[in-house]
């Protein structure tokens, strides 16, 4: 909980067979700029993994309090197949450079490829059920009213963040 905040990555995926996935991760960060690389953690082998194993290919949406309600739906586990952008009521924006679409209300995107995954495990070698993907980010997407001075205004686009337990 004393980690805070930590972003919400609103994850975006597609699998092999073309299905649609949207799922917010409060594990995720930036790690590198060197190559641009940023990370989620899943608690168990979900979609947004499956779905990246697949494609090598994923979208880090900024999860913005305007909508915060799609955030929470999009957070239900659906069984495999059901597009969360569509339960969401959200519109799907194609991305440039990879397959997995962004979310048009969401004023900042990450289109990334897939670096590794890595399954983690404990001291004892045991499995931990979670497991990171790595991604290096190849597009930006970043909606043009929150820049200021050649700066991207973070503040004024309202994002959400982890701020331990239930608290956001």
Avoid at 9 to 14: A, D, I, L
Avoid at 50 to 74: G, M, P, S
Avoid at 84 to 112: H, T
Wanted: aromatic share 8%.
């Amino acid at each position: 909980a004393f980690v805070a905040p930590r972003p919400i990555g609103w994850v975006s995926t597609v699998g092999a067979g073309g299905e649609v996935n949207l799922a917010p991760y409060s594990y995720f960060n930036a790690v590198s700029d060197n190559p641009p690389t940023v990370m989620f953690s899943s608690d168990g082998y979900k979609d947004s993994l499956a779905f990246i194993a697949e494609t090598k290919e994923f979208v880090c949406n900024l999860a913005i309090l305007d909508l915060i309600a799609a955030v929470v739906t999009t957070g239900i586990s659906y069984p495999r197949g059901i597009n969360e952008m569509i339960e969401a009521g959200l519109e799907p924006v194609p991305s440039r450079l990879v397959r997995p679409p962004r979310v048009k209300g969401s004023p900042c995107a990450l289109e990334c490829k897939l670096l590794q995954i890595v399954d983690l495990k404990d001291l004892d070698g045991e499995p931990a059920h979670r497991h990171v993907a790595f991604g290096q980010v190849v597009g930006i997407h970043i909606d043009d009213r929150f820049i200021k001075d050649g700066r991207v205004d973070t503040a004024a686009m309202r994002p959400i963040a982890r701020c331990g337990y239930a608290d956001y």
